[in-house]
């Protein structure tokens, strides 16, 4: 049966796992970025995951709300968590420099079992997708991932009124 379900897969679905996990990779390493790239990442998951929701559930309000509130407790929840000790600011050029972290590339995983594992139980049994207390579940936690990473960038971006550009020694790039 699972291998019946991997070989179902279309091939754009491994395609975009290789990319998401790419980029989750990348963000592994340290690496110095503005404000507006920090966040490209979290736009772009916010954009899917709610149009997976209301696309997936229809435009149900229940469904949005679900959304709404999974998307704003994490943002919340990861916006509040202590900064990145390593951040750096540069007030001159107006640049961060970003420690790497194995959070982004945890979540892009999170996110991509939990949109797969529902697209299965979708295609299993497609009743699921007219009950309220799935497809609500499923819509926030569609949310709670695209928050986390908003979360994570309000949280970089806070940090900035804390940090200076040099630390320890050592000027921000």
């Not at 579940?137 to 979360?151: D, Q």
Request: some cysteine.
């Amino acid at each position: 049966m699972v291998l019946d379900i991997l070989r179902d897969t279309p091939l754009w679905v491994w395609v975009v796992a290789g990319l998401v996990l790419w980029r989750g990779h990348v963000l592994t390493k340290a690496y110095v970025t503005s404000r507006g790239r920090l966040f490209i990442l979290p736009a772009a998951f916010l954009a899917a995951s709610f149009t997976a929701a209301v696309n997936t559930f229809n435009t149900r309000p229940q469904i949005i709300a679900a959304w709404v509130i999974g998307a704003i407790t994490a943002a919340c929840i990861w916006a509040l968590r202590p900064q990145p000790e390593d951040l750096l600011y540069n007030s001159q050029n107006h640049t961060y420099r970003v420690p790497g972290s194995w959070a982004p590339l945890v979540l892009i995983i999170i996110a991509f079992c939990i949109r797969y594992g529902i697209g299965i139980a979708l295609a299993r049994h497609e009743a699921l997708r007219t009950t309220l207390l799935f497809s609500a579940s499923s819509a926030f936690l569609f949310g709670c991932i695209s928050g986390a990473f908003l979360g994570r960038a309000l949280n970089i971006v806070g940090a900035a009124s804390f940090i200076t550009s040099e630390k320890n020694g050592a000027p921000c790039p």
